[in-house]
């Protein structure tokens, strides 16, 4: 329930608006750049599991790793995968958004970085509290996985292929 609220409060509230894309490509690169931001979560972790292997004490560094350096390197490796999920139903949505709506997208990808920083917060205090975070990235991209659905399928079912 958190996050079509957070989203709906982002979309009222915050004062900008999504330039003119008339064109499905303009669509897909303006997505494009969005998705560059959500990377952010990614490239932080992976700097933090190289430090906390660099500074770990095990005798054999590529033997078994610590609890520390394995937190972070399950974060890098989980959040890779949900951005490459993300970024590809961001893409699709992007096609099928009107231009009104467009502004969707960059809180979209907002979300997903501060939700994986939230995750991955949670993640490192105990392994228990780890859903909250999880749910913030996967519930919006279920639900978008199944707006792209509705609208290749039910909406515009004749260029499902073109």
């Not at 399950?74 to 951005?83: D, N, P």
């Not at 490459?84 to 990808?109: D, G, H, R, S």
């Not at 105990?126 to 996985?145: D, I, V």
Request: net charge neutral; with cysteine; glycine share 4%.
């Amino acid at each position: 329930l958190l996050c079509p609220c957070l989203i709906y409060g982002a979309y009222v509230f915050l004062p900008f608006d999504a330039p003119l894309l008339p064109t499905i490509s303009a669509r897909l690169v303006y997505t494009l750049r969005c998705a560059a931001f959500a990377t952010f979560p990614i490239v932080l972790g992976m700097i933090v599991s190289g430090i906390s292997r660099f500074c770990s004490s095990a005798l054999e560094p590529f033997g078994e790793l610590q609890q520390e350096v394995e937190i972070h390197r399950t974060y890098v490796s989980q959040s890779v995968h949900l951005f490459i999920l993300y970024f590809f139903n961001m893409a699709v949505l992007a096609t099928y958004l009107p231009q009104e709506v467009l502004k969707l997208i960059p809180l979209l990808t907002g979300l997903f970085a501060i939700s994986r920083l939230i995750y991955w917060l949670s993640y490192a205090i105990g392994r228990s509290f780890r859903a909250f975070g999880f749910s913030m990235t996967f519930l919006p991209l279920l639900a978008m996985l199944i707006w792209n659905l509705y609208s290749m399928l039910i909406l515009e079912p004749e260029n499902l292929l073109a």
